[in-house]
């Protein structure tokens, strides 16, 4: 018995940067997908097959926890997650994974990978047990992010998981809320720069848990759920120039987020809107997050000079990819993105996580 399961990517259409801290973000599923092959044999050994990347891996498991052998192993973490889960295994599994999701770009594909080997194990186990996409994206959390104390938040777990687009809240509770705009396309641009994400995670993240640290010791009441730009100016003297900058762009960033979901909700979708918005939205990421580099800035205009309605970097930035929404021509965008140095790809929004 085989089964085949298929996850998209995603683009962060707006919250950049703001899970982590607990606001609320908007992304997209896009069409672009990693897809796995799987079926069980007889010897307790995992065989993997990995035709993208050149390489065929494997390693004993005979249903029992799994020691983490290196970073991020995140096949054998899926198995360990679902073990706790209660699911048993008593044979080996043959894979073969093959996706056009760019790798390691911003755009989800470790968690697309992870979403996908779960869908499939949960309908090889012993006792199959197939997981909705909620639970897919919260075990997915866990395989990719908890397991090895990464700092990530869960955007991309549920996004690629439940797919189209999606509004989601984590505090004071996940709250997930499917939105159903009637999108034209966009195109995803990969500046083939490596991103730098412990870097800026470590700078913006870590930076701004200790902004509010501060603004907190002397005002506990202060939240980025409800602080205003004018309120940010109250701290104007005990914090940095740089300091100031972000915690004003993180504010404007939730704001922008907030219109961007009513033009999103709203029964006519304003396309000019959004695409102003989500170009709003990247001037703050990269004059005060700084997250954006000087080759993706140059694809943004090209593809804007082009005729995309606006767009903005993707991911945690410092390279990787971006992204414009460009419902006319999209092909003559995608070859301004080209000659701007970037390997562009025509994309859609996306169902979510399947399997057959």
Same mark, same amino acid.
């Given at each position: 018995?085989?089964?085949?399961?298929?996850?998209?990517?995603?683009?962060?259409?707006?919250?950049?940067?703001?899970?982590?801290?607990? &606001?609320?973000?908007?992304?997209? *599923?896009?069409?672009?997908?990693?897809?796995?092959?799987?079926?069980?044999?007889?010897?307790?050994?995992?065989?993997?097959?990995?035709?993208?990347?050149?390489?065929?891996?494997?390693?004993?498991?005979?249903?029992?926890?799994?020691?983490?052998?290196?970073?991020?192993?995140?096949?054998?973490?899926?198995?360990?997650?679902? &073990?706790?889960?209660?699911?048993?295994?008593?044979?080996?599994?043959?894979?073969?994974?093959?996706? !056009?999701?760019?790798?390691?770009?911003?755009?989800?594909?470790?968690?697309?990978?992870?979403?996908?080997?779960?869908?499939?194990?949960?309908?090889?186990?012993?006792?199959?047990?197939?997981?909705?996409?909620?639970?897919?994206?919260?075990?997915?959390?866990?395989?990719?992010?908890?397991?090895?104390?990464?700092?990530?938040?869960?955007?991309?777990?549920?996004?690629?998981?439940?797919?189209?687009?999606?509004?989601?809240?984590?505090?004071?509770?996940? !709250?997930?809320?499917?939105?159903?705009?009637?999108?034209?396309?966009?195109?995803?641009?990969?500046?083939?720069?490596?991103?730098?994400?412990?870097?800026? &995670?470590?700078?913006?993240? @870590?930076?701004?848990?200790?902004? &509010?640290?501060?603004?907190?010791?002397?005002?506990?009441? @202060?939240?980025?759920?409800?602080?205003?730009?004018?309120?940010?100016?109250?701290?104007?003297?005990?914090?940095?120039?740089?300091?100031?900058?972000?915690?004003?762009?993180?504010?404007?960033?939730?704001?922008?987020?907030?219109? *961007?979901?009513?033009?999103?909700?709203?029964?006519?979708?304003?396309?000019?809107?959004?695409?102003?918005?989500?170009?709003?939205?990247?001037?703050?990421?990269?004059?005060?997050?700084?997250?954006?580099?000087?080759?993706?800035?140059?694809?943004?205009?090209?593809?804007?000079?082009?005729?995309?309605?606006?767009?903005?970097?993707?991911?945690?930035?410092?390279?990787?990819?971006? @992204?414009?929404?460009?419902?006319?021509?999209?092909?003559?965008?995608?070859?301004?993105?080209?000659?701007?140095?970037?390997?562009?790809?025509?994309?859609?929004?996306?169902?979510?996580?399947?399997?057959?």
């Amino acid at each position: 018995m085989g089964v085949t399961a298929s996850t998209p990517g995603r683009i962060c259409l707006f919250g950049e940067h703001l899970d982590y801290l607990g &606001l609320p973000v908007i992304a997209a *599923a896009i069409s672009r997908r990693i897809t796995l092959t799987a079926e069980r044999i007889q010897e307790p050994t995992v065989r993997l097959h990995l035709p993208d990347l050149g390489t065929n891996e494997q390693f004993a498991f005979a249903g029992q926890p799994l020691p983490y052998v290196q970073d991020r192993d995140y096949y054998r973490a899926a198995l360990n997650v679902l &073990l706790r889960e209660g699911y048993t295994f008593s044979s080996g599994f043959d894979v073969t994974v093959r996706g !056009n999701i760019p790798i390691n770009s911003g755009t989800s594909s470790s968690s697309a990978l992870v979403v996908t080997w779960l869908n499939a194990l949960a309908r090889l186990a012993d006792h199959p047990q197939p997981l909705p996409p909620e639970r897919l994206a919260e075990l997915a959390y866990g395989a990719e992010v908890l397991e090895f104390g990464e700092p990530g938040g869960m955007m991309d777990h549920y996004s690629t998981a439940v797919g189209n687009v999606i509004y989601l809240e984590s505090q004071p509770q996940i !709250n997930l809320t499917v939105l159903r705009p009637r999108l034209g396309t966009f195109v995803l641009g990969d500046s083939q720069e490596p991103k730098d994400t412990l870097g800026i &995670l470590g700078r913006v993240k @870590f930076g701004m848990l200790d902004i &509010l640290k501060r603004i907190n010791g002397i005002n506990p009441a @202060f939240s980025l759920h409800t602080g205003s730009l004018t309120d940010a100016a109250e701290y104007k003297d005990i914090l940095t120039k740089d300091e100031y900058v972000l915690l004003k762009g993180t504010l404007a960033n939730r704001d922008v987020l907030r219109e *961007a979901l009513t033009v999103l909700q709203a029964p006519e979708l304003d396309h000019a809107r959004l695409g102003q918005l989500l170009t709003d939205h990247q001037a703050t990421l990269r004059d005060a997050q700084r997250i954006s580099t000087p080759k993706i800035d140059r694809m943004l205009e090209a593809a804007r000079t082009a005729g995309a309605l606006g767009g903005k970097i993707n991911g945690s930035g410092g390279g990787g990819c971006m @992204f414009v929404y460009a419902p006319d021509q999209p092909n003559v965008v995608a070859e301004a993105i080209e000659r701007a140095g970037g390997k562009a790809y025509v994309i859609q929004v996306a169902q979510g996580a399947v399997a057959d």
